[in-house]
């Protein structure tokens, strides 16, 4: 059983468009995550949720809309695609916030998204 | 400047060998300390977490935080090639934001 998953695992689009991923988990966690990882491997955050209320908002391009309709879900809209946009997406959750005691993060598979 | 500083490698050592990760941080406002593991194409795993200064161990990797020099180590003893994966130290806050050093990759040769 997967504990995370994203669809897709692969987007290949143009600029301009826009693209939704979608992320799930079926851990029973109250938090979820987005994430971004640039092809220097840098994994950066982008957007956290708790008990579907948005916590994290970095500083990212408001094309980029998260949705939580309910806690086991987390979805990333982005509009208006742009060639910096290409990187990996990962999603991921976690039982309470990090400064928890039973706080572990597990990640999902990610997302590799193209935009040419 | 970087909230967290990790050397991106690559590091190489032989089979059996220790080896040895750190990070420095900037910010003394985080408070939680992490280290996780990812293997190419692949989410990455958390390995250790701590909250404290001073040394945890689990099994062939010990993870140290020093505090007061904001300087955070992985080491894993008896290396085995399926340990080769890129190491990413983490700083976290009570939100839960984490700040991500740039990733150590390892490589262990048989």
């Known amino acids: 059983d997967t504990a995370v998953s994203q669809t897709p695992k692969y987007l290949v689009t143009q600029m301009g468009n826009d693209k939704s991923i979608k992320c799930e988990q079926n851990?029973?966690?109250?938090?979820m995550y987005w994430y971004k990882q640039d092809s220097k491997k840098f994994l950066k955050i982008m957007f956290s949720?708790?008990?579907?209320?948005?916590?994290i908002n970095e500083t990212v391009p408001n094309r980029f809309s998260p949705k939580s309709p309910d806690k086991a879900h987390l979805n990333l809209h982005i509009n208006s695609l742009e060639l910096g946009d290409s990187a990996v997406y990962f999603c991921?959750?976690?039982?309470?916030?990090?400064?928890?005691?039973?706080?572990?993060?597990?990640f999902g598979p990610g997302t590799r998204l193209t935009v040419t | 400047q970087k909230e967290v500083e990790q050397d991106p490698g690559p590091l190489s050592v032989p089979e059996g060998a220790i080896v040895s990760l750190n990070c420095t941080y900037s910010?003394?406002?985080?408070?939680?300390f992490m280290w996780y593991r990812q293997y190419s194409r692949k989410g990455p795993e958390l390995l250790m977490y701590?909250?404290?200064?001073g040394n945890k161990e689990d099994g062939r990797f010990t993870a140290q935080v020093d505090k007061s020099s904001k300087y955070i180590s992985l080491f894993i003893r008896d290396s085995q090639p399926s340990d080769s994966a890129t190491y990413l130290c983490?700083?976290?806050?009570?939100?839960?934001?984490?700040?991500f050093g740039a990733g150590t990759q390892v490589v262990v040769t048989p």
């Open positions: 991921a959750s976690s039982q309470g916030m990090v400064a928890s005691p039973t706080y572990e993060q597990y």
């Open positions: 851990l029973g966690h109250d938090t």
């Open positions: 949720y708790n008990n579907k209320e948005l916590i």
């Open positions: 910010n003394s406002a985080f408070q939680y």
């Open positions: 701590t909250y404290s200064s």
């Open positions: 983490a700083i976290g806050d009570s939100w839960g934001k984490l700040q």
